[in-house]
């Protein structure tokens, strides 16, 4: 009985005590949390940037190589056969901007820029605006930030991670590896070859002589197009689609892991 | 602490059915969600959520564990072996907190072990888009940590609401809610009061555990450390309470 | 009597439950070296008055000394107790239930163990739960008598159990009972052939002690035998 008492007084008090507690000093409760979670909080907003122009004569060089990172990459093909590059770093110290600088560098008939070094710990962007003469083959490597290729005329390799990328009025071959990031690809014409995950996908293709031979496979994932022929749904979440349009000339071969896949043919 | 070790393996080798039960249970759901995406009769939406289904239950269970562990002791009248043993009310209490440390981990376990086994490709998948298999392992025992740590808070304050709503012996469900949640404001109390005294230990910041690639993205953690001790301060002195209380307050059934 | 030849002394000791006060200043002094009945009906305080000696309720007043000291973790664990409710895991064998009662106690005595095991015809492999109810009650008397404890509180160890069960119980105590080392309270409602067990009784009625004192002395002082007492101080 004492036992049960001084129990039942001690929780009485206890919620007298909660009670002051709530009624005076309520805004206790507002305290800042003990954890913060920030997810995906990107790059900060740089403080200061630079740029950087290359210019050079294509002369025997056939492919041309680009690694990015957080900035925006701007592609073209343009008349002439020169190859500009104009590469612009980003970052939020100036001092950083001071030790850090894009390297060109020519290997075999490939030429390539990158940043001179990777300053672990210190956020650097580097972007570029590139122009290069018709048929060239160039491969960008770039992750969080925007790709956009417009009226370009080659062949196009893409690797890129975190990032949305933005094709119009492609020619040519295109090979592309593409995750975490949306992927639009809007009048395109050749052969296309895309491995996709973890994104939204849209190829619009454009009517071609030859036409296109499709080898499309998706996993867990939608995949819906216009070529006329059947989608098929297989065992482990798989949808795929096999089949020609026109003669089946030109290839397309698609890939994609969790993320919806719209492939329509501009009839 | 051969005491508090026969102990623990008594209220482990207690818990063997259910847990039994339930690690059947889990890999009977993966198998069968896996033959259901092998077949293509489930979206990928459905075999989630019946995936999802154990990871959902575990905690529940495992705060009942915590209530039944002790409960059980009372219902079966074992209580009168085990209170009339001369060993410290905490190396009870503690016994109990471990064994449902135990489950969980073994739960948990067989789940990954699961997920290994039945998803190995949908696994694989996502390994690609991670830093590294290192990184997985890393982060993944920095989050098991955390849960333990963070299930361990709830056990305690399981045991200090039975232990107290045995004192009461009345209204004894309603009692251990009361406690239950008078409990969780006297931890943050504790934690808002104490605070000032570490306010000179910096923020553990863990982003860098959790960067995805070497890169700014993914999670990153500031903890706090100056409100979290006072808190864990706390939540140590209610087990010492419980302890104390289960030695020499509490009664068998009058 | 010095005090330090008594195991146990209690004073006054008062214990109320919410519908009923269980004891109403009991006074009691056990002898070392004997063994007593502590006799009454049902709901006499009997149960109660044990349970506060091992610490399993609290009393709201007066005072316990065991062994010259107040009850707490060491007193513990010189009591052997064994209660009147089913208290054994019963998910356990029989070893199990050993091995557990084993490791808590230091005068646990294991070369007692297959002697009693033998004499109270237990199989060690088997659980539990699949004893009968004299069975168990013989296992909770073995998890007692393997220890050389001090004091021994047998909580009514015959009630609901077969006579064979009874008399195996009875003749256990008599054989491993050490008077030159234990003393012991045995408590029951039917005081029957358990008589010649005790050196003293307590009669308690109602949660107080109506009677008590040696049991030879009681039986030249009212020339009846100590079950006839019984039956006419409960009639």
């Not at chain 1, 297989?234 to 949808?239: A, E, L, P, Q, T």
């Not at chain 2, 699961?114 to 696994?123: E, K, N, R």
């Not at chain 2, 306010?199 to 700014?216: M, N, Q």
């Not at chain 3, 015959?158 to 119980?169: H, L, M, Q, T, V």
Request: aromatic content about 10%; proline content about 4%.
């Amino acid at each position: 009985m004492k036992t049960r008492r001084i129990t039942l007084i001690v929780l009485i008090l206890l919620t007298v005590l909660f009670i002051v507690d709530v009624r005076y000093f309520g805004s206790r409760s507002l305290k800042e949390p003990s954890v913060d979670f920030n997810i995906s909080p990107g790059f900060r907003q740089p403080e200061a940037h630079k740029s950087q122009e290359f210019v050079r004569p294509q002369h025997d060089i056939t492919s041309l190589y680009l690694k990015g990172r957080h900035g925006v990459v701007e592609l073209s093909s343009a008349e002439g056969d020169e190859i500009r590059v104009q590469a612009i770093i980003w970052s939020d110290r100036e001092e950083v901007l001071e030790v850090v600088e894009v390297k060109e560098s020519i290997s075999g008939r490939e030429l390539s820029y990158e940043l001179s070094s990777d300053l672990e710990g210190e956020e650097v962007g580097l972007g570029f605006v590139v122009e290069v003469p018709d048929g060239m083959e160039v491969t960008v490597e770039h992750q969080f930030g925007t790709v956009r290729v417009e009226d370009f005329l080659g062949f196009l390799n893409l690797d890129t991670r975190f990032a949305n990328v933005n094709l119009n009025d492609v020619e040519g071959t295109l090979t592309i590896k593409n995750s975490f990031g949306n992927l639009n690809l809007q009048r395109i014409a050749g052969p296309l070859q895309l491995t996709n995950a973890y994104s939204t996908c849209t190829v619009e293709l454009l009517p071609v002589d030859g036409g296109y031979d499709f080898d499309i496979e998706v996993v867990n994932g939608s995949l819906k197009h216009n070529a006329g022929f059947q989608v098929n749904i297989g065992g482990n979440n798989r949808v795929g689609a096999q089949g020609k349009w026109g003669e089946g000339v030109h290839p397309v071969h698609i890939r994609s892991n969790f993320g919806s896949v719209v492939v329509n043919i501009d009839k | 602490m051969t005491r508090f070790f026969r102990l623990l393996r008594k209220d482990l080798q207690a818990s063997l059915l259910p847990l039994g039960f339930l690690s059947g249970i889990t890999l009977i759901v993966m198998l069968f969600t896996r033959v259901r995406i092998a077949t293509g009769s489930w979206p990928m939406e459905t075999a989630l959520a019946a995936v999802s289904l154990p990871l959902v239950f575990m905690p529940l269970w495992l705060l009942w564990q915590s209530f039944q562990t002790l409960r059980v002791e009372w219902r079966e009248d074992t209580v009168y072996t085990l209170l009339v043993l001369p060993v410290p009310g905490w190396k009870v209490m503690l016994a109990k907190l471990a064994a449902v440390c135990i489950e969980y981990s073994v739960l948990l376990g067989v789940t990954v072990f699961g997920t290994l086994i039945f998803f190995a490709p949908q696994v694989q998948l996502a390994m690609e888009v991670l830093p590294g298999s290192l990184w997985a392992v890393r982060n993944g025992i920095l989050v098991y940590l955390f849960s333990l740590a963070m299930l361990a808070s709830v056990v305690i304050f399981v045991q200090l609401a039975f232990v107290v709503s045995r004192m009461v012996g009345r209204a004894q469900g309603l009692v251990a809610l009361w406690t239950l949640f008078l409990s969780s404001w006297l931890v943050d109390l504790c934690g808002s009061l104490l605070a000032p005294l570490f306010r000179w230990l910096p923020a553990l910041s863990l982003d860098k555990l959790f960067r995805l690639y070497e890169i700014e993205a993914g999670i990153v953690v500031n903890w706090r450390l100056a409100s979290e001790i006072g808190s864990w301060l706390g939540i140590l002195g209610l087990f010492v309470l419980t302890g104390v209380l289960f030695e020499h307050f509490v009664e068998v059934n009058g | 009597m010095s005090i330090t030849d008594q195991a146990l002394i209690i004073s006054n000791l008062r214990k109320k439950y919410p519908k009923v006060e269980a004891l109403k200043g009991v006074d009691l002094a056990l002898p070392q070296g004997e063994i007593w009945g502590l006799l009454g009906p049902n709901g006499s305080g009997k149960s109660t008055l044990l349970k506060c000696i091992i610490g399993l309720v609290k009393p709201d007043g007066g005072e316990i000394k065991i062994l010259g000291q107040v009850p707490s973790r060491r007193t513990k664990a010189q009591i052997a107790f064994v209660p009147e409710v089913e208290n054994l895991y019963r998910w356990m064998t029989v070893r199990q239930a050993i091995d557990f009662t084993a490791s808590f106690y230091e005068d646990w005595d294991e070369g007692r163990i297959p002697g009693l095991l033998e004499f109270m015809g237990l199989d060690p492999d088997k659980k539990v739960s699949s004893l009968s109810k004299g069975m168990r009650a013989r296992l909770k008397l073995i998890l007692a008598l393997a220890r050389k404890a001090p004091l021994l509180l047998l909580d009514e160890p015959f009630s609901g159990i077969d006579p064979a069960s009874r008399d195996r119980i009875v003749e256990g105590i008599v054989r491993q009972f050490k008077s030159e080392v234990q003393s012991m309270i045995i408590s029951t409602h039917a005081v029957g052939d358990t008589e010649q067990l005790f050196d003293g009784v307590v009669f308690l009625d109602e949660g107080t002690v109506s009677l008590q004192g040696n049991a030879e002395d009681l039986r030249d002082q009212y020339g009846k035998s100590i079950n006839d007492l019984f039956k006419e101080v409960f009639a």
